[in-house]
């Protein structure tokens, strides 16, 4: 309100009058003598001025109205408490004409309720009579939970003018039902969402950021059924991150997919990455794009970004430009890992104290028509990386793998297996501690199932998947490179961490979700075509060898696969036959890697088992 203070002054001066006069009206029975009259009179001044100065001093007409809580009602009491002892040693000391001390008590025991219902009046007024008399026609909504962000979520709907109306609340606790909350009913998910639509007839349903994957999953599969829209509220710390703005939000299938976060190890990651020179390579790609934005978060002295696309790199810098406050700290280079004379001066100008090695050929199919290329880029840029990291006294080195490097039957898993054996090999004879981290696929990220499926789902269908039984772990960007970067912290020299990937998800699922979450139903809107196994694919990935059976969690979320550490020799041997074969055919490549890759298999005893058997 532009001129406030002009209404809140009068207004506070009539209401301090007003109980100051009905205090005495208490204390003499309604009936005041003439001298009675003189002694308000000459009294009533100095009160409000003593009133005044403590509302100022606690700040009381700085604070909102329309939002008032329940600690503006305590510094209510403190102010008004203040002025009545202040008062009170003016009439012990004769500073002012002597009034009764129970005019005193009396005229505190009125403020502090009356001036708390101004504000609690002012915002029933906004909140619940404006509410209701509003012309706009909301649309009728149901909240889902009753813990603390379900009612901030109410809380926030009811103090403005949005286009929602909470007609209820539905908990999962049936000790909540038949209850009210700000005046909104309470129901129990037992009646069951086609009773709830039908007897509040609804249209949408807002969902707290932190509700579980698998509520959210059944809470979009039922309301698709009823004809009603979830929609996902951000939590405090996605807004913070600024991964998502305070507001309304379609549901997306990272939601769906959502687990319990992790308990980072904040002080060990600081000791890790804070005032440390950090390389990152393949910075621009999805999961070195994030490992960036969370590395800055820790303040390191430097961080190097290194990516072969320029396109990408600018796109990047962009964006970082504005996240970080010192942008000196940052650094840009265009390279690639497998070109050595260009990372040897990269190493040599930054001087990296740890290096996150990202930059891979990710793609099963494509890499299965490229396979020299693969073996170029995923295990001699890896060599290159890992050499240059051992000669300029890099201190720790992260290797980014994948589950496919188990039991590989795709190019792209085979170089990687390659490339954690070069890694531990290099690490169990020099000073520099490579740590490789071995986890599923990640949403969202370049190339991956779920843009794709998005944009069958755009051009009207149908979604292809290659097999019916085909299942996969998935996590979350932003988790997967929380999980990389404390594994890195805690990780010691050759040591294999796997990240706990949960239970793996079956594609054709994942595709009916994503079909749900368009506002389309399958079969009848878009349908799901099965296309067969494409090369390299798999029915399901591994996460562990038989040999690696005897882990041990070094995290809530982390485990260490338990790997003797392969011969340098040996390792080398097999590296240069590689890179030699890349001057003759795709065919002679493609027979060493599988012969190499078969007898990494057969030492690591050929037979997998899950994750979720491993603990």
């Known amino acids: 309100m532009k001129f406030r203070l002009a209404v809140i002054i009068p207004t506070y001066f009539l209401m301090y009058v007003v109980c100051y006069y009905a205090a005495f009206m208490l204390r003499f029975d309604f009936e005041l003598p003439q001298e009675v009259v003189v002694m308000f009179q000459s009294t009533v001044l100095p009160l409000v001025v003593l009133k005044f100065l403590m509302s100022a001093m606690t700040g009381e007409w700085m604070r909102s109205f329309r939002y008032a809580t329940l600690p503006d009602v305590c510094y209510i009491a403190a102010s008004v408490t203040g002025a009545a002892g202040l008062f009170y040693l003016a009439n012990y000391s004769q500073w002012i004409m002597p009034i009764p001390r129970g005019v005193i008590l009396i005229d505190w025991a009125l403020s502090i309720p009356l001036l708390g219902l101004l504000r609690i009046g002012t915002r029933i007024y906004t909140e619940v009579i404006l509410n209701r008399f509003r012309k706009p026609k909301r649309t009728r909504t149901l909240v889902f939970g009753t813990g603390r962000e379900g009612i901030e979520i109410l809380r926030t709907i009811q103090s403005s003018e949005s286009q929602y109306r909470i007609v209820g609340l539905v908990d999962d606790r049936s000790h909540h039902s038949k209850s009210l909350i700000a005046g909104v009913p309470v129901y129990s998910m037992k009646m069951g969402w086609q009773k709830l639509a039908e007897k509040l007839d609804v249209k949408h349903i807002l969902i707290p950021g932190s509700v579980s994957g698998k509520h959210v999953r059944e809470i979009v599969k039922a309301g698709s059924q009823e004809g009603m829209k979830a929609h996902v509220i951000p939590s405090v710390h996605e807004i913070v991150d600024g991964r998502f703005k305070l507001t309304v939000r379609d549901v997306t299938i990272s939601d769906l997919l959502r687990r319990e976060s992790a308990q980072l190890d904040i002080e060990s990651l600081s000791r890790f990455i804070k005032h440390r020179r950090v390389l990152v390579t393949g910075g621009a790609g999805s999961i070195g794009s994030e490992l960036c934005r969370q590395l800055l978060e820790f303040q390191p002295d430097k961080l190097t970004i290194l990516d072969q696309s320029e396109f990408g790199i600018f796109s990047f810098g962009e964006e970082l430009q504005h996240l970080c406050d010192n942008s000196s700290m940052l650094e840009f280079v265009i390279a690639d890992v497998s070109d050595r004379m260009r990372m040897e001066k990269v190493f040599q100008e930054f001087q990296p104290e740890i290096v996150f090695h990202a930059a891979a050929y990710k793609h099963v199919p494509l890499m299965e028509e490229n396979v020299q290329e693969a073996i170029a880029n995923n295990i001699l840029g890896t060599k290159t990386v890992v050499d240059m990291a051992d000669k300029n006294g890099t201190k720790k080195m992260v290797l980014i793998s994948t589950d496919k490097a188990v039991n590989p039957t795709s190019v792209m898993g085979a170089t990687k297996l390659i490339s954690e054996k070069y890694l531990q090999a290099v690490s169990g004879k020099s000073k520099l501690q490579g740590i490789t981290v071995r986890f599923g696929n990640v949403l969202n990220s ?33 988790e997967a490179a929380q999980l990389v970067l404390q594994a890195g912290a805690l990780g010691s020299a050759g040591s294999v961490l796997v990240l706990e990937m949960g239970e793996p998800c079956k594609i054709v699922d994942l595709a009916k979700d994503m079909i749900a979450l368009s506002g389309m139903k399958y079969p009848d809107d878009i349908d799901i075509v099965f296309t067969g196994l494409r090369p390299g694919e798999k029915l399901y990935e591994e996460l562990f060898y038989n040999s690696e059976q005897c882990t041990q969690k070094i995290h809530d979320k982390i485990f260490c696969a338990s ?27 493609k027979s060493i890697l599988w012969e190499i890759v078969n007898r990494h298999v057969e030492q690591e005893e050929t037979v997998s088992i899950p994750l979720r058997h491993a603990a």
């Open 563 to 589: 790997r003797e550490t392969p011969v340098y020799s040996t390792v080398m041997s097999q590296v240069h036959q590689l890179e030699a074969s890349l001057s003759g055919s795709t065919h002679d490549s």
């Open 446 to 478: 370049a190339g991956s199932v779920v843009p794709t499926f998005r944009k069958q789902i755009e051009s009207g269908g149908p979604i292809t998947v290659t097999h019916e039984e085909m299942v996969r772990f998935f996590m979350t960007i932003p």
